[in-house]
């Protein structure tokens, strides 16, 4: 305690000689009056010039250059965290995405070469992302998935794929309606897939189309990829909260008790198949979704073929782990308020919303209509026609839960991942024919 003691005496007396030092200038008491005029006349001058570097150091400060849009991104991001920690909503993604927003909204001097920005040309947000921008890290993506994924229900029970591609109504209808608002072609094809419910097939189509850099009719099309990325997961994230009021309003409870027929078993043979004849026929139908495809369909035959599980345990975990993290924290420092918050971001989060609900809609209607045409016994629970969005396992995990509650004995989750993965497979497709047409 008494070293404590000295050395704080020690310090106190030196520091209040350099501020005696400083303000009186002892050192130079012995010059003559006319050089200690000139010392008072230098010392004001370094006082001013340090009120300067105070003054410029507060301007480059997140105080100074603080908005309320960075406020409300800021509770945005937190929300999200909130969201995945305490409800447990798709926290892999949320996480990522809510603390990138956090990054991107610590507001800084913008256009003074700090290179800290996400829009920055050379900080290293940037760089990373660029794997959005060009579209690199969706594939990858669905490689992982596709390494994840067994196709054994959809291939067991294969007209299932039609719930799949009924869902996907929601990206044309939400199309439709982007045109009506005023958006681009392009811009307007970005938006729609936003309901495939597909957060990296929405990145990858955005980065073709709206991307801050092609031309449509000699006008630049808006860059939208941050708020379409933005909006199409967290839409994801929230399958449990907007799904089953939509399946409770569109099916009675007699529907909701339909025991489906169990799934056969799937020999080996057939899933080794499945991937190479699935890349070759949607390939052939859409060239464009090749990069989204073909990555899915190989992840799935690294998995299925059983000589190279070292691949797709690599593919699976370490590489999907790593590409999620960078794909969620660089679309969500992409959400910079100064960037972000406008009236075009409001109009998507609006049309997200409509296409999800009309794509989860869609997959129960087709469901129903098709019951029309199946015998007793053959018939479809319409609660599957709602895992028709591409949110893989979430929707299959939602109709599951809802067809549990009307009854504890009727297992749909099997069933309902048939239409889930058919879903992923139809909003590839749906992107490729929109890139097709409108790039």
């Known amino acids: 305690m008494n070293n404590w003691k000295k050395l704080l005496t020690i310090f106190g007396a030196v520091a209040i000689i350099a501020i005696i030092s400083q303000s009186f200038g002892l050192a130079d008491l012995k010059h003559t009056d006319k050089n200690a005029s000139k010392e008072i006349t230098t010392t004001q001058t370094q006082t001013e010039s340090n009120t300067d570097g105070v003054a410029k150091f507060f301007s480059y400060t997140g105080f100074k250059n603080i908005s309320s849009g960075h406020l409300v991104m800021i509770f945005v991001g937190l929300f999200f965290i909130f969201l995945a920690i305490k409800y447990d909503y798709e926290p892999l993604l949320l996480i990522p995405i809510g603390f ?3 990054i991107g909204n610590i507001p800084f001097l913008e256009d003074a070469g700090l290179q800290l920005g996400i829009y920055e040309k050379g900080s290293v947000l940037n760089y990373l992302y660029k794997g959005v921008t060009l579209g690199i890290y969706p ?9 994840m994924t067994d196709f054994s229900s959809l291939i067991s029970n294969p007209k299932l794929m039609l719930l799949g591609a009924a869902a996907q109504i929601g990206i044309f209808i939400t199309f439709l309606g982007s045109l009506l608002l005023g958006f681009l072609p392009p811009e307007a ?39 379409i990325a933005i909006a199409a997961y967290s839409y994801m994230a929230l399958v449990p909260v907007i799904q089953p009021p939509i399946m409770r309003l569109l099916t009675n409870s007699k529907e909701r008790i339909i025991k489906m027929k169990p799934p056969r078993v799937v020999p080996r043979f057939e899933k080794i198949l499945f991937p190479i004849i699935g890349f070759l026929l949607t390939a052939f139908i859409s060239p464009s979704s090749i990069p989204l495809l073909g990555m899915l369909f190989f992840g799935n035959l690294l998995k299925e073929s059983g000589v190279t599980k070292r691949l797709a345990e690599t593919a ?27 009236t075009s971001s409001l109009m998507i989060f609006g049309l997200g919303a409509a296409s999800f609900i009309v794509a989860t ?79």
């Open 189 to 227: 094809g970005a938006i729609g897939i936003i309901g495939g419910a597909d957060g990296p097939t929405a990145i990858f189509l955005s980065s073709k189309l709206a991307n801050g850099v092609n031309l449509y009719d000699g006008q630049v099309v808006k860059n939208l990829i941050g708020p």
């Open 361 to 439: 809609a869609g997959g129960i209607l087709f469901a129903k209509v098709m019951n029309l045409f199946l015998k007793e016994g053959s018939k479809i629970n319409p609660l599957v026609g709602a895992a028709g969005v591409s949110a893989v396992p979430d929707s299959a995990r939602v109709v599951q839960t809802e067809g549990l509650k009307y009854d504890p004995n009727n297992h749909l989750l099997m069933h309902a991942m048939a239409p889930n993965v058919s879903g992923v497979i139809g909003s590839a497709v749906a992107a490729g024919i929109l890139l097709s047409f409108l790039l």
């Open 139 to 147: 594939p990858l993506i669905f490689l992982g998935i596709g390494a």
């Open 316 to 342: 699976r975990t370490s590489m999907i782990d790593i590409v999620t993290i960078l794909l969620g924290v660089t679309v969500g420092a992409s959400t910079q308020a100064t960037v972000f918050l406008n």
């Open 100 to 102: 990138g927003v956090l």
